[in-house]
């Protein structure tokens, strides 16, 4: 089944009570049992929740996954697989990584004694020199937050397959439409569903997909114990989303072409970042693993002034300044003090998150409009 058929109809059936074509909102939060133990799959919602089902089941066909688990935030799912870690456990990670995830790994988990490698994912012989006895897992995000840098996936895998450790793939600025880590040797993809698997900026949802049927399990154990369930009504807003992923995907992806181009030849800016450019360091790489090349797209000003990015980042009529990204709107932001804002300042100007860095999540309005919007913001 192509894509754009299972994003309309991957892990869903007619409700077989009323023939509704959409998925209805189990808005439960326990089901009645024939006699104590048993029932028809379902005791307790924090468990199990038919809405959260089909969606599990969707978003692990789009990555084609054989299991999907959705918890309330991406960070919950980050949060999950944390957990499959205990003391003394070490974690091999990128420099250019999510603050949300720097923040976790940072300031939550190595305080339970874990510790964490941040570094250069791009040079594959760096990754070797980090693994010793006691890594266990190899955490990357590609394409990275904000910087756009490429990691190669399948390089990663066998690096992780070589050592025994478990490969982790944050996929959620490619979105399953442009790439699939699974089809590259990922053990465990996870997504933000927030962004654009439910694409509307009215969701907070979190999502695993992997193949492993015993990780499975221990990751829907820890769903179950810990509780980071998200609610039905959100299940059927990402479900509802991911109908129309593949046409909103197109759109991005063509309108973000056409602003980075233009940003590139922009008198007041010092580089852009995104791996559609030929010259871009990962672009080779992009070009294989990646269908197309996204609507996330980062940006410097030359002089390198804060005061002059937040001037842009406040003036914008059409791109909103706001977190988050994926959305059908196009927003702006500064992740310096937004997103990236708990990285320490040398740490994150070492990657290039410098003070006139700017990051757009390009969305799929009329693309004159939003150059328009650009022309007049940084004039």
Avoid at 338 to 367: F, N, W, Y
Wanted: some cysteine.
């Amino acid at each position: 089944m192509k894509f754009a058929t299972k994003a309309i109809h991957a892990g869903q059936e007619p409700d077989p009570a009323t023939g509704a074509i959409m998925t209805p909102v189990f808005q439960t939060s326990t089901y009645v049992q024939e006699s104590p133990g048993k029932h028809k799959g379902y005791a307790y919602a924090r468990g199990k929740n038919p809405t959260r089902v089909a969606l599990e089941k969707c978003i692990a066909e789009l990555e084609n996954a054989k299991y999907g688990i959705c918890f309330s935030s991406g960070m919950g799912a980050v949060d999950a697989v944390a957990k499959l870690l205990k003391p003394g456990d070490e974690v091999i990670t990128g420099n250019d990584l999510y603050g949300g995830t720097y923040r976790m790994f940072t300031k939550v988990y190595a305080n339970f004694g874990i510790k964490f490698h941040f570094i250069d994912l791009n040079d594959l012989n760096n990754i070797k020199k980090y693994i010793n006895a006691n890594t266990k897992l190899l955490w990357i995000e590609t394409p990275t937050n904000p910087m756009m840098n490429i990691i190669d996936i399948q390089a990663c895998s066998k690096i992780a397959k070589e050592h025994k450790l478990l490969l982790a793939v944050d996929n959620t600025f490619a979105s399953p439409y442009l790439q699939t880590p699974m089809n590259l040797g990922a053990d465990i993809v996870m997504h933000s569903a927030t962004k654009y698997l439910g694409g509307h900026s009215d969701v907070v949802l979190g999502a695993l997909c992997v193949n492993d049927e015993k990780l499975n399990e221990q990751l829907f154990f820890i769903l179950n114990s810990c509780g980071a369930n998200p609610g039905p009504m959100d299940c059927f807003l990402v479900l509802r989303g991911i109908k129309t992923l593949h046409v909103r995907m197109d759109r991005h992806c063509f309108n973000g072409k056409r602003i980075a181009e233009y940003l590139r030849t922009h008198p007041k800016v010092e580089k852009v970042n995104w791996p559609g450019f030929t010259d871009h360091p990962g672009h080779a790489i992009a070009k294989k693993q990646m269908r197309d090349f996204g609507g996330m797209i980062s940006f410097s000003l030359k002089g390198n002034k804060i005061d002059e990015a937040f001037k842009i980042a406040s003036g914008m009529k059409v791109f909103s300044l706001a977190e988050s990204l994926g959305g059908v709107e196009s927003l702006i932001s500064h992740p310096a003090t937004m997103t990236h804002a708990s990285i320490p300042k040398p740490e994150r100007e070492k990657v290039g998150v410098v003070d006139s860095l700017l990051r757009l999540s390009v969305g799929i309005e009329d693309v004159d409009d939003l150059l328009e919007d650009l022309k007049q913001g940084l004039s």
